[in-house]
Nanobody, 112 residues
């Protein structure tokens, strides 16, 4: 059974940084594409960044140049380094595995 657990969210001032982590259970982590998504109340969940099993990354235009997704297959972990945060980045951030499994989310709040 797959379980995803996010951590690292919190309150940060604009211009600051946070690093989100996602710990995945299961032995097949390395073959899955992984992603980070975010959602604001009343809006649809949106893609932030993805990383394929082979390490190819993709980013939403709104976070390009500021966020970096990475993975450590030996530890079953995926990360999202978020720099130069802006208030518009405030959202619940979710880890996704293979577009099949979701974590429970971690809240990121950026104050102006």
């Amino acid at each position: 059974q797959v379980r995803l657990v996010e951590s690292g969210g919190g309150l940060v001032q604009a211009g600051g940084s946070l690093r989100l982590s996602c710990a995945a259970s299961g032995s097949s982590f390395s073959i899955f594409n992984m992603g980070w998504y975010r959602q604001v109340p009343g809006k649809q969940r949106e893609l932030v960044a993805t990383i394929t099993a082979g390490g190819t990354t993709n980013y939403a235009d709104s976070v390009k140049g500021r966020f970096t997704i990475s993975r450590d297959n030996a530890k079953n972990m995926v990360y999202l380094q978020m720099n130069s945060l802006i208030p518009e980045d405030t959202a619940e951030y979710y880890c996704n595995m293979g577009r099949l499994y979701w974590g429970q989310g971690t809240q990121v709040t950026v104050s102006s």
